[in-house]
């Protein structure tokens, strides 16, 4: 789904690692992508952060545990098969998109407290802007791939009008309200729909690599690539 791509900003936009794989296993690769490598450790590291976003103890509940590992497997090789496309597309972020993103960002949060909140989770200030550079290019990939695709005609406004709007719509809203509200909706339906297929064409196009043995080791599951692939498309769906 595309939703994934702009979720919390500590989830998506922190993990990436460095270490020496002659001294710590973690270092095996775990996924590539074209030249696009991943390691377990930098998966290990994101899958922390991610955890941060569930209400309860994923450890308790082993089902979950490991659907939410398998999620951020497949949130992962998206963005590795996103920024491949990015690399012949010939698409980059500039430096002033990057300031201004890091701006906007900024605001949200209170005096001193951006830079506090980068080390609670022990992240360098370079790392994060690496990530987000990473964000706005996989953003930037996606509209210029999809945006020209999304066509509302007044016959979709109309029809998703009598389906979902006027058994319940308030007196009280305008015409022209109600109008840019349905807009709205079925622009981010139309996106849905062909970002997915998008998606799955992309998986096609750039081949992807995942180490059943160090996936085993993070999950605990035994599973041959071919299986992990597929549970990486049913996740998707």
């Known amino acids: 789904m595309i939703t994934w791509l702009m979720g919390s900003f500590l989830l998506v936009y922190v993990f990436m690692g460095c270490v020496n794989s002659e001294s710590n296993p973690d270092a095996e690769q775990l996924i590539r992508v074209g030249d696009r490598v991943l390691t377990v450790s930098e998966f290990k590291q994101a899958f922390e952060i991610a955890k941060t976003a569930y209400s309860y ?3 308790h509940e082993p089902d979950d545990y490991r659907s939410a590992q398998l999620r951020l497997l497949n949130e992962l090789t998206i963005e590795m098969v996103i920024l491949e496309r990015a690399t012949e597309l010939g698409l980059n ?3 002033e998109e990057l300031e201004k ?3 906007d960002i900024k605001k949200d949060f209170p005096e001193d407290t951006f830079e506090k909140t980068l080390l609670e989770f022990a992240v360098s200030y370079e790392t994060w802007q ?3 550079r990473n964000r706005l290019l996989m953003k930037k990939v996606i509209d210029h791939e999809l945006k020209d695709q999304i066509v509302i005609t007044s016959e979709d406004i109309a029809q998703y009008y009598e389906k979902n709007v006027r058994p319940q719509a308030p007196d ?3 015409a022209g309200d109600i109008d840019k509200m349905i807009i709205e909706q079925l622009r981010r339906d139309k996106m849905e729909q062909a970002y997915q297929t998008w998606i799955n ?3 096609q196009q750039y081949p992807i690599e995942i180490s059943s ?3 085993e080791r993070i999950s605990g599951l035994h599973l ?4 992990i692939l597929n549970n990486l498309n049913s996740t998707s769906e």
């Open 101 to 103: 993103a890091v701006a």
């Open 201 to 203: 064409k992309l998986k």
């Open 93 to 95: 972020i500039s430096d």
């Open 130 to 132: 690496d990530r987000l």
């Open 172 to 174: 009280q809203l305008k």
């Open 57 to 59: 103890n994923l450890r």
């Open 213 to 215: 043995v160090q996936w």
């Open 224 to 227: 041959n690539e071919k299986e």
